[in-house]
């Protein structure tokens, strides 16, 4: 089993930047793949970005390309979503996932999920 909490959320300015954690326990950190999701107002949980289990590859959504950074820390089991220059639709509930493959983007490859952690951003 795998436990992942999501912290770092919060309301922020339009142009503002926001770091959120996602921290995991109970399971080997390192054989999982992992992705940031977001829900917006249409209650869609979409893929913001990801990271494969070593860290070397990054993928993102082109919504947020150049704007956001995913990293992960093995040894703290934690991963990261650097967000700047937020925008007013960014806001929504960010979720962390953890996949078993390398990499991979549907959220149906996920098997663990946190509970969220809310981001909103005014203008």
């Known amino acids: 089993q795998l436990q992942l909490v999501e912290s770092g959320g919060g309301l922020v300015q339009a142009g503002d930047s926001l770091r959120l954690s996602c921290a995991a326990s109970g399971r080997t950190f390192s054989a999982y793949g992992m992705a940031w999701f977001r829900q917006g107002p249409r209650n869609e949980r979409e893929f913001v970005g990801g990271i494969n289990r070593s860290g070397s590859w990054t993928y993102y959504a082109e919504s947020v390309k150049g704007r956001f950074t995913i990293s992960r820390d093995n040894a703290k089991t934690t991963v990261y979503l650097q967000m700047s220059s937020l925008k007013p639709e960014d806001t929504g509930v960010y979720f962390c996932?953890?996949?078993?493959?390398?990499?991979?983007?549907?959220?149906?490859?996920?098997?663990?999920w946190g509970q969220g952690t809310q981001v909103t951003v005014s203008s």
């Open positions: 996932a953890a996949s078993s493959a390398t990499y991979t983007t549907p959220k149906s490859a996920y098997g663990y």
